[in-house]
Every structure is written in C-alpha cells, then in structure tokens.
C-alpha cells in the first residue's frame, strides 16, 4: 500500500531556480527517504532524514521533515538540467510494520 | 564496484512461459527485495528476503515466486507470466536486519518485462 505522496506529480523549471517537491504520509513513521531515477534506470538514494531530526543539508540537497503535519519537503538549489528525473519519497515505517513504502513520485524537468 | 546486477534487462515472452529473472549482489547484504514500477503507481514491493532461506510476501505476491538459496542471489520467478505482469522490475539489497529495519536501499538497473 501507499504511504507517502509526492507533490506536484510534475514540475518544470528552468536551470538555475529552486525546485521544491513534498510528500505527505498517512501513518508514524521511523525514518524517510528521497530517491532519484533517471529515466528507464534504477533508483539511487539521496538522502535519508530519521523521525527525530527536521532538516538535513547534503550538497544542493535541502530536506525537511514535519512529523506533526506528516510531510516533507524536497529543496534541490540552483538546478541544472542533469537533475531532470523522478523523485521519490520513500516512508520506512515505525512499529511492526517494517518495510520502506515509495509514492508515485514527482517528474522534475529542468529546461537548459 | 558495488552493485546489484539484474538479467535479463529487457524480455518479451508470451503468456504461460516460465521464466526467471535473476538478481546478484556483491556488498554481502543480509536483505534483497523484489518491486515492479508500474505507471501511476510508483513502487510496489513483490517479496523480500532478510536472510538466506528467509522470505515473505510483500504488496503484490500473486503470480510470483522467490527463492533465497545463497545469500548474493535472490530470482524471482514467473512460473505462468500473464500480460498483467507486464512491468519494470527492480531488485533491490540493503545491509542488515536489525533495529534499523528500513536503512538506504540499492537498487539494481531494471528489468522491463512485457508479457503478450
């Protein structure tokens, strides 16, 4: 089942501005991830921020998470047209439930 | 290097022919996973394993089988594919099994299935 969805499904951009994409998750959660996939290829992990922190920074990555609200936001500062791909969240529940939960994602299009 | 490689990468079969699609990794990951990326519907887990002979449904079990012999690979088999199977599929490992049960997965590259 679906835990985390991503907004905007789609997003285009011109090289140099700020892209923000959010996901939204439904239940408590241990840890969440953000993945990227370029077009047709496997999934790489970015970033992952754990329950109890609210923002992480990793090169032009910025994440932030709001548990109390259940979302997280996205930041990638000044874009270039090689991070045109798919973001996805990925929420890795707490409790019993055990296994990392990917939205649909996010389709970022950076124009040169 | 580090890796998760799957084969085949591209496959066209017909209904009701067995086929294998298999997965390997060289990190020494105690957990490997099987999803299929399906347009809308992001990622849905197949199976998983968190050790060797140890596996479990996830999401999407029907149609599929799992085997987890030796601890780098993890196959997963179609043993009558239908055209509902139709997808991309992706293997993925991770290192342990512990409290952190959720850490940072490695995907392998794809492997596009078209079933007609």
């Known amino acids: 089942s679906q835990q985390g969805e991503e907004d905007p499904q789609a997003l285009s951009i011109q090289e140099g501005e700020n892209a923000t994409m959010n996901c939204s998750y439904k239940t408590s959660i241990n840890n969440l991830q953000w993945y990227r996939q370029n077009s047709g290829r496997g999934l790489v992990h970015l970033i992952l921020?754990?329950?109890?922190?609210r923002e992480k920074h990793s090169g032009r990555l910025r994440v932030t998470l709001d548990t109390s609200k259940k979302s997280s936001s996205l930041l990638i500062t000044a874009s270039r047209a090689a991070d045109t791909a798919s973001y996805f969240c990925a929420t890795g529940p707490s409790g019993s439930a055990r296994q990392l939960t990917f939205g649909s994602g996010t389709q970022l299009t950076v124009l040169p | 290097e580090a890796q998760v490689t799957q084969n085949p990468r591209y496959l066209i079969t017909v209904t009701g022919k067995k086929l294998t699609v298999t997965c390997s990794q060289n990190m020494n990951h105690e957990y490997m996973s099987w999803y299929r990326q399906d347009p809308g519907l992001g990622l849905r887990q197949i199976y998983y394993s968190m050790n060797v002979e140890v596996t479990d449904k996830g999401d999407v079990p029907e149609g599929y089988k799992v085997s987890r012999k030796e601890k780098r690979n993890f196959p997963l088999i179609l043993e009558s594919p239908s055209p509902n199977q139709t997808s991309l599929y992706f293997c993925a490992s991770r290192t342990g099994w512990g409290l952190d049960l959720t850490g940072e997965l490695f995907f392998g590259e794809g492997s596009r299935l078209t079933v007609l």
């Open positions: 921020i754990r329950s109890n922190e």
